[in-house]
């Protein structure tokens, strides 16, 4: 019904678009064609016409479809007789949701007799109040038409205008994104509140017994709730920071050399894009990976050496799979870096008799460093966050050990963990999900914010 | 080749008087199908600065670069002719790129000390030739490179402060120190003074002149007073051919090709 009143709205604003443009279209000819003797080009003068109309009826269809039902709930809700439904939020809930079945027809019959009179009134009155709004709407696409046209002179700003209405539009755009970002940073921040009443934070950040099972009844043994996160934090880094980064540091800054310094052009050309399709390979097929080819064959090898507890699901695998995903962001940025060290440093290296290795040693790479190193932990911040591998290769148990081929579990494969399945939302077992997620948070901030503003500094330096 | 063949060829405004440095004969550079350098031929010697002149784009960077062959590093280059040290080819196989360079050093037209210290800047060429084996050695040669390019007494102090952080006069006279510590025959400088002020300029050309005789001195400029200024012999290059090649008096006072004329006194370029 409202989409009817919407494209009707649309309509409106449409032919405001044609008078407007057609009246800007009569000033450009009575000014014969002068520069200056009309301020704007007619299609300026349609366009501001159409956005008077557009804006205040979406504004109101979009109140409309935000609270609607509830206008509609809270009267179908008092035209119930008393006593009619529970007291509770609950059942009032429950009583709502029941007509609202009835009304998209999901159920044929009702539980509830009063539910049938409430679903008619429901309808009748959404019917009724689709058509106010709607009609309203419409009403006001006309209104702001032709007040839009009013306006229209030939020395009338409609450009500016129509310029500064985008720009809103624009600004409105971002917003979006930007407030999205801070309502997820709130909720995390909340949750983790609610965690820290349950568990000190001196606990969670320094405890070193993870043991997320809280008893769920009074005489459930063994599930006593041990939220010490240290494990989980080390894990995190061994894979991420550690295995992680042995793999792809040496291996991306060797690739970035030889694609830099080394490679014709034409090899280039073919090699950069497809070291960039590795990059795009979804994590979860490296988590398979990973599980299936990986973490045996790294379990083998530990027996082969004589390792007999070896586990299955090992750090290491987790670690080098990680490294090999990690490899092509590691290796881009050090391209960019060792691009960015101008073409004479390498000149005046080669000049005084330097090796094209000693060159990349002694100059290239020392004046490379800081975009490196920035690079570098951009790589961590990335690894430390992905999840897919370590959920399939990694393990979920919190050791606190250095031995690769030990299982460990880091803080993302935990929050998988806590909260797959059905939850219960107030136990702590739960809430601990957004304090790891917090703490994730925080750490991959800085690092992202520390390894820009150190990339920044070296770009500057070079230009 | 050998020496034979080079003496063969009348040296292009050789003085006669010592045996020449450099020379060079035929010299012919492609970039791709372009012919950036049709023929050159020259001797350079010790006792002379010798500038190259000539107009944007006429080949006398090019012919520079050919001296210690850093036209190896521009893909697409060739170089054909040949061009002899001391009378050794410097394309023979037994001539290795690396001893070249370190006899034939190049002062560029950006002052591009590397970013470390300007300890580490001087010593740098002889660290990786391995031309001192202790550190008193070594503060040695970085002392008396530094004090040859006159910048000693400006930066003895502070030898550990970054070669970035010097202003560019005294960055270009570091990069010549550089070049000076690993003691080599030949010194290329490609525009040196075109990115500095005046000051600095004379400052660098006033050190060219103290280092004249002890080092062979090829300087690439477009400023024909700083040419004027500095050298002994001037090169005439244009579009590709050296055109004149003779005493720097001579030139700039009584050219004889009337292309060299219409240079120097304005005419065009």
């Known amino acids: 019904m409202s989409w009817g009143f919407a494209w009707l709205a649309l309509l409106v604003a449409a032919a405001g678009f044609w008078m407007g443009r057609a009246r800007g279209v009569r000033f450009a000819e009575a000014g014969a064609h002068e520069i200056g003797s009309v301020h704007s080009r007619p299609h300026y003068h349609g366009l501001f016409v159409a956005i008077l109309a557009l804006l205040p009826a979406m504004a109101l269809l979009l109140l409309w479809a935000l609270l609607g039902d509830r206008l509609i709930a809270r009267e179908v809700l008092a035209s119930v007789p008393a006593g009619g439904i529970g007291a509770t939020d609950l059942d009032r809930e429950a009583f709502l949701s029941e007509v609202r079945g009835l009304v998209r027809g999901d159920y044929a019959a009702a539980f509830d007799p009063n539910a049938e009179a409430a679903a008619a009134l429901w309808k009748q009155l959404a019917q009724r109040w689709g058509v106010v709004f709607g009609l309203g709407s419409v009403a006001l696409a006309a209104m702001g038409a032709l007040w839009g046209w009013s306006r229209l002179r030939p020395q009338f700003r409609a450009r500016t205008r129509v310029e500064r209405m985008t720009m809103l539009l624009l600004v409105v755009a971002s917003l979006v994104a930007i407030l999205t970002t801070f309502g997820i940073v709130a909720s995390l921040v909340f949750e983790s509140f609610r965690f820290f009443e349950l568990v000190s934070p001196m606990e969670f950040l320094f405890g070193t017994n993870w043991s997320p099972q809280t008893a769920m009844r009074a005489d459930q043994v063994g599930s006593s709730g041990a939220f010490g996160a240290v494990p989980l934090f080390w894990g995190t880094v061994f894979i991420g920071a550690i295995i992680a980064m042995i793999v792809a540091i040496p291996l991306g800054l060797m690739t970035a050399i030889f694609l830099t310094q080394y490679a014709a052009p034409g090899f280039r050309k073919v090699a950069k894009p497809v070291l960039e399709v590795l990059a795009g390979v979804p994590t979860v097929v490296y988590g398979f990976f990973a599980a299936l080819t990986v973490a045996p064959a790294v379990r083998d090898f530990a027996i082969s050496i004589g390792i007999s507890d070896a586990s299955s699901e090992s750090a290491l695998a987790a670690g080098l799979v990680m490294g090999v995903m990690i490899i092509p962001f590691v290796s881009s940025m050090a391209d960019d870096a060792l691009t960015a060290v101008p073409q004479s440093m390498r000149d005046g290296s080669l000049a005084m008799g330097a090796t094209p290795s000693e060159t990349i040693r002694k100059v290239l790479i020392p004046a490379a460093l800081p975009g490196i190193v920035g690079g570098v932990l951009l790589a961590v911040s990335r690894a430390i966050g992905e999840t897919m591998i370590v959920v399939m290769a990694a393990g979920l148990a919190a050791n606190l050990t250095a031995n690769p081929f030990h299982s460990v579990t880091t803080v993302t494969a935990q929050i998988v963990a806590l909260l797959t399945g059905d939850q219960e939302f107030d136990s702590a077992k739960t809430l601990s999900a957004f304090a790891l997620g917090l703490v994730l948070f925080l750490v991959t901030l800085a690092l992202n914010v520390y390894a820009l503003a150190v990339v920044k500094t070296y770009r500057e330096a070079y230009d | ?269």
């Not at chain 2, 049709?38 to 350079?44: F, L, N, T």
């Not at chain 2, 990115?195 to 002149?209: C, N, Q």
């Not at chain 2, 001037?234 to 090649?245: D, I, P, Q, T």
Request: glycine share 8%; with cysteine.
């Open chain 2, 1 to 269: 080749m050998n020496d034979q063949a080079f003496s063969s060829v009348a040296p292009a405004g050789g003085t006669g008087a010592e045996k020449p440095k450099m020379t060079a004969r035929d010299v012919r550079v492609f970039y791709g199908a372009f012919e950036a350098l049709k023929g050159v031929s020259i001797d350079i010697s010790t006792e002379n600065v010798t500038a190259f002149i000539g107009p944007s784009g006429c080949g006398k960077s090019t012919f520079l670069r050919c001296l210690n062959r850093m036209n190896d590093t521009v893909a697409g280059a060739r170089v054909e002719g040949s061009i002899a040290l001391d009378g050794r080819d410097i394309h023979d196989p037994a001539m290795d790129v690396v001893q070249l360079r370190a006899r034939v050093g190049m002062v560029f037209q950006k002052p591009n000390p590397f970013p470390k210290s300007i300890y580490d800047n001087v010593a740098y060429g002889p660290r990786i030739h391995g031309l001192a084996t202790k550190k008193p050695e070594l503060d040695g040669i970085v002392e008396q490179s530094l004090r040859r390019a006159g910048l000693w007494d400006e930066v003895k102090d502070r030898l550990a402060d970054s070669g970035t952080a010097l202003s560019g006069g005294q960055q270009q006279r570091l990069c010549i120190a550089r070049a000076i510590a690993v003691n080599p025959e030949v010194i290329l400088m490609d525009e040196p003074a075109s990115a500095l002020d005046p000051i600095a300029t004379a400052r660098i050309e006033e050190l060219i002149d103290e280092l004249r005789g002890r080092y062979a001195i090829v300087i690439v400029t477009h400023n024909m007073q700083q040419a004027a200024r500095v050298s002994q012999k001037v090169a005439f290059f244009h579009l590709g051919n050296m055109v004149e090649y003779g005493d720097t008096r001579e030139i700039f006072t009584n050219p004889k090709q009337s292309r060299t004329k219409d240079y120097i006194t304005g005419r065009y370029g």
